[in-house]
């Protein structure tokens, strides 16, 4: 057990609709990490935040928004869903520095129908 | 985007022999890099990493050779153990962000 949480562990929803993805990092973790498994791709890096800040942006579609919260919680928002979306969210925490071990939760399995 | 491939997409080794996981990366800007381990139905779980100003580094029974000339990352996992049967990515980091390979899954056969 990583100490990272994610919720849901499964989400079906169809295409068009929106959904909300929610980690909780690690105790005293800063910093939190979205990525996207898909079958035929590996991890993509979408975001990074830390201490609520925006620290980083990767390949993370207009219709994906995130944020970090004052309690450093973290939600992942998908929008227009598309059946392309479909994959492995996974999140992950570190302490914040560059180097710092990255620990990632069990992920978000989502389908789009 | 960045490039982080892997020479072999699959590794069947019997158990007790070691293990040399491949991995070319694209970017000389890459400054740290990082193995991860994922087993079936997990997040990935960290195993070792390396910065640019190193050559080789070790941990329990793992060790991470880095050959810069030729942007080359390895994996060598000693007395291969069923328990290390997994997907095994390498990462990248250029910057602020990670560029992950696609992954070679590896099978210890008993």
């Known amino acids: 057990d990583s100490g990272v949480t994610q919720t849901p562990k499964h989400l079906i929803t169809a295409t068009g609709q929106r959904v909300t993805l929610r980690c909780s990092p690690r105790s005293g973790d800063l910093s939190v990490y979205w990525y996207q498994q898909s079958l035929d791709q590996g991890l993509q890096f979408l975001i990074q935040y830390y201490n609520g800040e925006e620290r980083a942006k990767g390949n993370i579609l207009e219709r994906f928004s995130a944020q970090q919260f004052p309690d450093l919680h973290s939600e992942l928002n998908l929008s227009s869903l598309e059946l392309g979306d479909s994959a492995l969210y996974f999140c992950a ?11 990632f939760g069990p992920g978000t399995r989502l389908t789009v129908l | 985007g960045e490039s982080v491939g892997l020479h072999l997409p699959t590794l069947s080794v019997q158990e007790g022999d070691n293990s040399i996981i491949n991995c070319a990366y694209s970017n000389s800007a890459s400054d740290y890099f990082i193995w991860y381990k994922q087993e079936s139905g997990k997040g990935p779980q960290f195993i070792i990493d390396i910065r640019s100003n190193m050559d080789k580094r070790q941990g329990q029974r793992v060790t991470v050779l880095l050959n810069k000339t030729v942007k080359h990352l390895s994996l060598q996992i000693a007395a291969t153990q069923p328990g290390d049967s997994a997907v095994y990515f390498c990462a990248e980091k250029p910057g602020n962000q990670f560029y992950f390979g696609t992954g070679t899954s590896l099978t210890v056969i008993p």
């Open chain 1, 93 to 103: 925490s570190s302490v914040g520095g560059a180097w710092d071990t990255q620990y």
